[in-house]
């Protein structure tokens, strides 16, 4: 029996594959391992995950069905459950590229429900969402029954109908699936482009560190190991397919925002070095705060995390240091 997980060169698909390599799995990974970001990183994590016997790598784009059904053909007879990470990511590259999300975000997501319905003994899909849908909502700590119709940037409005989408297959073929909202993830093989790893990077490089707008935006920084707990908890845990709609939606973060200027003090901690800051205009599609209600998901998940923001930091740099050799 095989578990699919998409983006497995990515952030999270890389920690989630190695968890469920590490407990027997059998795990066959897709990722097209695009340019969004340093392919060369992507490329460390997939080294690592190709040294377990268990894992398979295959390169596919997801948001080209033809390929995507030739990546699984050999599999999907296996397929017990899909772990769909794969996504265009970054709030502030959509305003740029908007296509590039309707391509990976829309058209990606549809054909892996496609191949959700087609697989005959799968139990479960569990898909990446994102705490942007949830917008400027001036109501925290954000709940799951929120309202959700005002996304502010293209990214947040693909997540939104990725949700959309899989309550209508739910509905149509009594398909599981569960969302997660997943609140601003950070740790060791991070991405590049997320704020501390772009601190880190210019601190310990002697540059300065670019700050959009006054340091006052919140975030509920979420350490990558309690994500991957979350997700294999969730993964765990099917709706039955005889429930009216087999579809749920998590919150997992931490419950704990920080501003950011106190990550950029944690960080410059973590470093042992101050930053130089470079401080320039808000940018367009940033929310103002994140937070996340964590009740439904430690009722139904257990989930329960336990790594402060100056613990991750901490383990963070010193992955930085070993693997950017400073």
């Known amino acids: 029996m095989t578990i699919l997980v998409t983006g497995v060169a990515g952030f ?10 590490a407990r027997g799995e059998r795990v066959l990974g897709l990722d097209n391992m695009n340019a969004y970001y340093d392919t060369k990183l992507k490329q460390a994590r997939l080294h690592r995950l190709e040294r377990h016997p268990n894992f398979r790598y295959v390169f596919a784009d997801l948001g080209r069905a033809p390929a995507l059904n030739a990546a699984v053909a050999h599999h999907i007879k296996d397929l017990i459950g899909i772990v769909h990470l794969a996504a265009q990511a970054g709030v502030r590259h959509s305003i740029e590229h908007p296509t590039d999300y309707v391509h990976a975000n829309l058209s990606g997501h549809l054909n892996v429900l496609e191949v959700a319905r087609h697989a005959p003994q799968l139990k479960h899909m569990v898909y990446a969402s994102s705490s942007s849908v949830y ?15 005002r996304p502010a940037s293209l990214y947040a409005a693909t997540k939104r109908s990725d949700e959309l989408m899989s309550a209508s297959y739910a509905h ?17 093989w991070g991405r590049p482009d997320m704020a501390y790893y772009r601190f880190t990077q210019a601190i310990l490089a002697g540059k300065k560190i670019e700050v959009f707008g006054d340091g006052s935006v919140e975030r509920d920084f979420t350490y990558i190991d309690d994500i991957v707990s979350g997700v294999i908890a ?8 005889t429930e009216e709609l087999p579809h749920r939606l998590y919150n997992l973060g931490t419950d704990r925002p ?14 042992g070095k101050k930053a130089e800051r470079d401080v320039q205009p808000p940018a367009a599609g940033d929310v103002k705060a994140t937070w996340a209600d964590l009740t439904r998901s430690r009722a139904d998940l257990g989930y329960d995390p336990k790594t402060s923001l100056a613990e991750g930091l901490e383990k963070f740099v010193a992955w930085y240091r070993d693997y950017a050799k400073v």
């Open 234 to 241: 969730a993964l765990d845990r099917p709706p039955a397919r």
């Open 172 to 188: 149509l073929y009594k398909l599981p699936l569960t969302g997660l909202r997943f609140f601003t993830v950070f740790g060791p």
């Open 135 to 149: 917008g400027n909502n001036t109501k925290v700590p954000f709940a799951e029954t929120d309202p959700v119709e």
């Open 12 to 21: 999270i698909g890389y920690h989630t594959a190695e968890v469920l390599l």
């Open 258 to 271: 920080v501003k950011l200027n106190h990550l950029i003090d944690l960080v410059e901690q973590a470093c």
